[in-house]
């Protein structure tokens, strides 16, 4: 093989994906992938796509945010979606798979590849060859991060992690939570749970008592002040939050003329207010009990989580302020960033991710512009936010509904995602013809 096209930094599942992509559309690809060289603490088998937590893909159910995604990857031929059915465990709705099945066979399908050369070495600094395309996941090395950290700004790169709940903003009790800002200095930005004294008390006692996630050694790390977990917070006495992230003052709630003892404040996440974020609710509760004490504070009681809280080491970009439409930097258009780096969160998500910089990257080298899919489609969705969030409050994202724009009419919720995954789908499938990009053979 000659001299590569296309540079790609990170064999996991973006990379993976990405390297196929192009190699299936002509492209000469370099595959730089560190281990066995060296290893990330998380990872364990020389293999690509390596699957380092869980083995599941999310739900299977068109229906679902996680199946709509599946579906819409698989339309544009998918190579790890598609091995990903074939190497399927019985996991009842979930596409769960043999990891190490999965990774081995995509580490073959990519080695046997003519147009791949797979390069097993450590990449301390961004490839000098354009185009290339950066997909080293949320634990990236450190000498490249610190190369990249330098070209974006030091305030762009991001090490740890502290992530509170999102809520679909439909399912918010408006007749409990109040809109209003402290003090109204910013207007009525923030959503706000009143709690009072009872209330209050009985969900710090919760927070103190619930089942949280240990960190692996590699996330052990002292974290700033400002993403101390809330249930850390809690700990420390009954008063600390209520004069802290939760106190009320400049706050009167409308039902009652006062001041409650405590607030709990929603942020939006998007400008029309389909998703809100639990301020200051970044945790490592497990999931379960997360949906149980959150579910305790007034206006949220039935309020449907599109995304549960953590804290954990995660080196991800400030998309919105560093990329482009295109998945590239603002600062040197000739990088392309792919999967968890980008600020996408999870496997499925990774993949697309991943799919969607390499037919970036082709358009590129094609001479013309490939534009997003539309944002009524969930990898559009994940793509507007990723360009759109606020920078000054941007986290990593999945795939979740709430990030498809509303429907014009009202429909039972049910109805409502029908309506949707509809919507996606004719939306996908005329992008696809309308920009001419076809799925590759497999």
Sequence with gaps: MGDAEVTIVGGGLAGAEAAWQLAQRGVRVALIEMKPAAFTPAHQDPGLAELVCSNSFGARGIETAAG???????????????????????AGRALAVDRKKFSSAITARLS???????????????????????????LTADALAR??????????LYFQDAISPILLGESIDRSVVFPAS?????????????????????????????????????????????????????????????????????????RTGKRPHAVVQLRREDKEGLLWNMVGCQTRLKHGAQRRVFRMIPGIEK????????????????????????????????VHIGGQLAGVEGYLESIVCGLMAALFVHGALAGRLVPPPPPETMTGGLM?????ADPATF????????LLPALPQRLPRQQRRLAKVERARAAFLEWVRRIEVVGVER
């Excluded at 507007?384 to 759109?388: F, K, S, V, W």
């Design 395 to 402: 986290q990593p994202m999945n795939a979740n509904f709430g």
């Design 182 to 254: 402290r003090h109204d200095r910013t207007g009525a930005d923030y959503l706000n749970c009143p709690l009072d004294r009872a209330t209050y008390e009985a969900f710090v006692a919760a927070l103190v008592e619930a089942d949280q996630v240990q960190p692996r050694p590699f996330e052990d790390q002292k974290l700033f002040h400002g993403c101390q977990p809330i249930e850390a917070l809690a700990a420390r006495g009954v008063d600390t939050l209520a004069f802290g992230p939760m106190r009320p003052v400049g706050l009167v709630d409308p």
């Design 303 to 334: 309020a449907v989580f599109v995304r549960l809280g953590s804290v954990h080491r995660n080196t991800f970009l400030n998309a919105p302020r560093v990329l482009s439409d295109t998945l590239a930097l603002r600062q040197d258009p000739g």
């Design 68 to 90: 709509l995604l599946q579906w819409e990857a698989s339309t544009l031929g998918s190579l790890l979606v598609h091995e990903a059915r074939r190497q399927a465990v019985p």
């Design 112 to 138: 046997a590849h003519p147009a791949i050369q797979i390069r097993r070495e450590v990449a301390r600094a961004i490839p000098s060859s354009r185009p290339a395309l950066l997909c080293t996941g949320p």
């Design 384 to 388: 507007r936010y990723l360009r759109e």
């Design 147 to 156: 190369d990249l950290q330098h070209r974006i700004g030091e305030a762009s």
